[in-house]
């Protein structure tokens, strides 16, 4: 979702004539787009704009601002922090900042936006051309999980009309992408009813038909569904719809169902065996990946286990697991942070352990067979390796020219290296 608000930031700026620098040190303007979800996110990003406002030293006109969920979450507190900080604008204020850039002084914007305006402005996205594009197709969350700053941070839900959401995505399409990503923090909760500018009203469902019908639009992804959510018309669109990947992020949280009641996740462990059971039988190759917090106060070794044995039982080829990190604000902050820090971090360990030995087996499953995968850019390692993903969400390398940026092609798998699949192109 911040990479999405980054994009759209971007591309507001240079509406307004800015030009995007090549660094950081020869910008005029940086702006940090931070995440609050754990404390660890936040002190980094302090630290990052301390380093930063050492440039003003050596130019003047140097101007510094956060924006994003920390924005939202400290608010003023970030300038008395670091005085050198210019501007502090907030997730639900972002359609502010040319004017918060060219007013010069301290600004704070933070809070819920007083225009009725649609930030959603998608004229002007094509910043970097690689053929994928994440759309918001709403903001905000109305959900109460404990432990989650989120609420605070990006207000009450807002779902986009579905006429909007179609229009950037058929406009998209001519400009030559061919994987779209829903993004909100809830999509299967999108109703389209509570809207930003007026308009549309469609189920998530509808609006996945609405998005398979456009002409263009090869790969549809979302992110993130909620489990309570997840109902038998979404699993027989993965069933119907052709376009829509063979890959889900589905956030469990927790395999105790004491612990997920007390983070008020409102399903508990039988649901998740219910809906994976139901896409394998839908889809049998389908990716799932998860979220999964260790160390919830008062999660007991016991509690613990239940999550290592839903683990065992799932068998997510992914996952993203996080030591609990209390958020000032929240309910569970009012909670003892009681399991010490080695025992998160031996919890920790022990969930990546078992999706390390899942993902490999899962791996094996495509070493040589053919699959699409859409080019997305150069890899890390080499000059002319290139990346992509597979429709399974797997990243694939390979040898290729920027030529192919954007295409989506045929690629034999011929191996793979820890967490990314390596393969050879055959057409
Ligand atoms: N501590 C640790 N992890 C958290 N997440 C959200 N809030 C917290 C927290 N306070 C994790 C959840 C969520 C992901 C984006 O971040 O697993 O799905
Ligand atoms: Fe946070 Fe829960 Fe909303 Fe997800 S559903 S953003 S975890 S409050």
Redesign the pocket.
């Known amino acids: 979702m911040n990479e999405r608000d980054s994009e759209m930031m971007l591309a507001q700026l240079q509406r307004a004539g800015h030009t995007i620098a090549t660094n950081e040190k020869s910008a005029d303007v940086v702006i940090l787009n931070t995440c609050s979800?754990?404390e660890q996110a936040e002190i980094k990003a302090i630290g990052k704009a301390g380093y930063l406002t050492r440039m003003k030293r050596t130019n003047p006109n140097f101007i510094i601002g956060i924006v994003g969920c920390m924005a939202e979450n400290l608010g003023e507190s970030i300038f008395q922090r670091n005085s050198a900080i210019d501007f502090v604008v907030g997730p639900q204020r972002l359609h502010e900042l040319v004017e918060v850039i060219e007013n010069g002084g301290k600004n704070l914007r933070i809070g819920e936006s007083k225009s009725t305006k649609s930030d959603q402005d998608f004229s002007y996205r094509l910043k970097k051309f690689n053929g994928t594009a994440f759309v918001s197709i709403m903001e905000g969350c109305n959900m109460r999980c404990s432990?989650?700053?989120v609420p605070k941070t990006r207000g009450k839900e807002r779902c986009r009309p579905v006429d909007e959401i179609v229009s950037e995505v058929e406009f998209l399409a001519k400009n030559c992408v061919k994987e779209v990503t829903l993004l909100g923090q809830i999509v299967n909760k999108y109703i389209g009813m509570e809207t930003v500018t007026g308009g549309g009203k469609a189920t998530f469902v509808q609006l996945l038909e609405r998005i398979h019908e456009i002409s263009g639009v090869e790969r549809i992804r979302y992110m993130?569904p909620h489990p309570r959510y997840f109902s038998d018309d979404l699993i027989s669109a993965h069933r119907n719809l052709p376009k829509l990947c063979p890959a889900i992020h589905l956030?469990v949280?927790s395999g105790s169902n004491r612990v997920l009641k007390s983070m008020g996740r409102t399903y508990g462990r039988e649901k998740i065996f219910e809906i994976v059971e139901k896409l394998r039988t839908a889809v049998p190759e389908i990716g799932i990946s998860t979220?999964?917090?260790v160390g919830y106060p008062g999660e007991t070794e016991e509690e613990f286990l239940e999550t290592v044995s839903l683990f065992d039982a799932v068998r997510f080829n992914m996952a993203?697991i996080?030591?609990?990190?209390?958020?000032a604000g929240?309910r569970?902050a009012e909670l003892a942070d009681d399991v010490p820090e080695d025992e998160k971090e031996r919890r920790n360990k022990v969930l990546l352990e078992r999706v390390g030995e899942v993902s490999l087996l899962y791996n094996q499953r495509f070493v040589g067979k053919i699959t699409d995968v859409l080019v997305e850019g150069h890899a890390k390692r080499g000059k002319n390796i290139m990346f992509g993903w597979t429709p399974n969400h797997h990243k694939v390398l390979f040898s290729a020219t920027e030529n192919d940026i954007g295409k989506i092609i045929h690629v034999k798998i011929d191996g793979f290296a820890t967490t990314v699949l390596l393969g050879t192109i055959v057409d």
């Open positions: 979800v754990r432990y989650c700053i993130s956030p949280q979220d999964i917090i993203f996080f030591k609990y990190s209390p958020r929240t569970s």
